[in-house]
Structures are given as C-alpha cells and as structure tokens.
C-alpha cells in the first residue's frame, strides 16, 4: 500500500511539464542535479541550529541584553490557591462576572482579589523581557547573515538582474554547490523554527506563523525536488531582505532606545513593503505565473508551487496591515513603536490609579479627593 501511495505521489505527469520527467535530472556527464534524498541533510542541520541557539542566547544575547541595559520587570507572586490555580489552567485564564462571583464564593475572596489573583497569574505566564530580547537577538544574526550570504550567492547570477532567466534550460538546471548550502540551510532554521516554536513567545499572529512555517518548508522542499530552485533562492533573498530589520528594532525595543527603534521599524516598514507587496508579487509571482506556461503546458506542480507562493502572498498583506497601523500612529502621534501581535503585562488597579495621580499632579498641581489645592495663602508686599 505505501509502494503504491509513493508511485502515485512522484508519478512525473504530477510534477513535470508533458515530455519531461525524473529521468532528466539524473547526473550525468558531470552536471549534478538536486535529489529529493538530499532533504534528508536538513533534519541533522535543524537539530545543529537548536543547539547553536542554545549556546547563542547563554554566551552572546544575555551579554548584549545586559550592555543595551534590558531591564526585568518585577512581577508580583501569586498565593497558591487550589481553586483558582485549577480554573486557570482547566477553564479559561479571563474569568467573566459570573464565574467570578462563584468563585469569591468558594474561596473567600472579595471580587476584587479574585480579578488581581488572575491579573498576576496572567503575568506570571507571559514571557520575561530578556527572553524576548534572547529570541529577536538570535533570529537578528540568522537572517542577516542568511542575506548577506543569499547576495553573495546570487550576486553573479543572471537570473537576479533578468528574471527570464531562472526558466532558460528547466528543469535540466545544473546544482551549484552555493544553492545547495543555502537551501540546506535555510530549510534547517525552518525547521528549527517549527520545532521551537511551542516554547518560543507566543504572540497574536500564532497561527499565521505555523501557516507560515509550514508553507515555507513545503516550498522550499518542493521547489528543490523538481528544480524550481532558481526562483527558489530569489525568493529566499527577498523574504530575507527585511526581517533582521525587524528583530533589531525588537532589540532596541525591549532595551528601552526608543528612538532606535522607531526610526529602524520605519526602515524596516519602508522595506518589507517594497519586498513583499511589490517586488515578491509583481516581479517573482508574475515570473513564476506567465513565463512557464510560455515554454509548457500547465500541470500540478505548476499550480502547487504557484498556490505556496499565494499563501506567503496573503500573509504579507496580514502583516502588512499590522506594520502599516504601527508606522501610521507613531508618524502622526509620536507614540512609542510597540509590537501589536505581543502581550503586555496587565496591571493591577491600584498600581493604575496611582500611575494617573501622578499623571494630574505634573498637570495641576497637587489634588485632594479629586480636586486641585489652590495656594490661598497669598502674601502681600506693603
């Protein structure tokens, strides 16, 4: 039965134009072409970069964490209590009124205490700034590192500058050595990625990112088993052109440099929009879309590969809405940029009501019982 699921799968009329089929991509007369078996060499390498992080974030962002001056904030310990600890994680983490009110019940707390307990409970679950700051550090080195290393690889290439090119001679395209490592390992810090992500911070965009992660890896895992890897490495360089924008402007964030980060997400905003809403759908989408069906007549491979790129393009305008909101409040409010997709700690009520008095003192001068004190003590010069 698997003899036959694996006949159907790479049957060639599925992943190759009419005429042409996994014959024409054995090596032969010293052209070496990609194999489906050479996968396999991500897996050892996504186990390596899981280790890499490791010592990374020990040995190199906790350093750095503590020279940009990342500060922890001071979380406030819950009591233990059985009831409530067993609604948290059994029922729902944001109890509604009614709940609540059963809950004071079997415990003996007063309404306000039962919202405070689940307040700091909250807190205590969401992830810690150097944790934060360790994460954007390391994403910050793999993915300029990728991209000095993709221009470095492409900068030669023809098919960079016409992107015409990246179809001359298909799929009979010859594997050099540069596409075979940086596929390898940009497959391998996906795969990382997929494999760290239950316990990397969590943000609003969760799904998405799992969408994301998995998309990429059958793309690139797809494009590579039936030599699309031309356009495969144009791709990889674009999306990799603005995130260690991102994860810098993360960085100076979670370190408190305001100004850093704000001027460096603009950049960043300025890039991924040119990258990913211009040049990734109306440069590589259209290339991919128009110019095979020049040479061949359309078959599954094309529409599987075309529909990938679909499901990156839709995320992008996702996030580009996020990026575009940001970018609009802080050039027109002056407000900090922070993350919308992250969770801030929630604060307690009384910690609220002091923060505003401060506030209304620096605007009015000192209050009592809600009202500005006046000096009437006037003193008069005879």
């Known amino acids: 039965m698997l003899s036959g699921l694996s006949d159907w799968f790479w049957q060639e ?10 014959a024409d991509l054995e090596d032969q007369d010293g052209r070496v072409y990609a194999k489906a078996q050479d996968l396999w060499v991500a897996l050892p390498i996504a186990l390596i970069f899981l280790i890499i992080r490791q010592i990374f974030e020990r040995t190199v962002a906790t350093p750095l964490a503590s020279l940009l001056g990342v500060k922890e904030t001071v979380r406030l310990q819950v009591p233990h ?12 983490k944001n109890p509604k009124q009614t709940p609540i009110a059963s809950l004071c019940k079997q415990t003996g707390f007063s309404e306000r205490q039962v919202q405070r307990w689940f307040r700091r409970r909250r807190n205590q679950d969401r992830p810690s700034l150097l ?12 993915y300029l590192l990728a991209f000095i290393a993709g221009l470095a690889a492409l900068i030669d290439k023809p098919w960079l500058y016409d992107l ?23 497959l391998g ?3 990382s990625l997929l494999v760290s992500v239950a316990s990397d911070v969590k943000r609003k965009d969760f799904k998405e990112q799992i969408v994301h992660h998995v998309a ?8 590579w088993c039936v030599n699309y890897i031309r356009a495969g490495t144009l791709i990889m360089l674009v999306h990799d052109s603005s995130d260690y924008f991102l994860e810098s402007a993360k960085m100076f964030n979670y370190a408190g440099w305001r100004n850093a980060c704000n001027y460096i997400f603009i950049v960043f905003a300025a890039v991924f929009i040119i990258s ?4 990734f759908p109306f440069w590589i989408i259209y290339c991919t879309w128009i110019y095979p069906v020049t040479m061949y007549e359309p078959f599954f491979g094309y529409y599987f590969f075309n529909g990938l790129l679909m499901v990156l393009q839709c995320l992008h305008i996702f996030w580009a809405v996020l990026i575009i909101r940001m970018a609009i409040r802080f050039l027109t409010h002056n407000e900090k940029v922070d993350d919308e997709r992250s969770d801030k700690d929630e604060t307690d009520e009384s910690e609220e009501e002091e923060e505003q008095a401060k506030k209304d003192m620096r605007k009015n001068g000192p209050v009592q019982n809600g009202h500005t004190v006046h000096n009437n003590n006037h003193s008069k010069t005879e």
Not at 13 to 22: C, I, T
Not at 216 to 223: A, G, M, Q, Y
């Open 13 to 22: 009329q599925l992943w190759f134009p009419k005429g042409l089929g996994w």
């Open 81 to 92: 209590n059985p009831t409530l600890e067993s609604y948290y994680c059994n029922i729902t």
């Open 131 to 142: 944790k934060r700051f360790r994460e954007a550090s390391w994403r910050f080195t793999f």
């Open 164 to 186: 015409k090119e990246m179809w001359q001679g298909f799929p009979v395209l010859t594997l050099l050595p540069s596409q075979y490592w940086y596929y390898m390992i940009e």
């Open 189 to 191: 810090f996906y795969g």
């Open 216 to 223: 990429t890896i059958l793309l690139i895992s797809f494009s």
């Open 276 to 279: 990913r809403l211009v040049i």
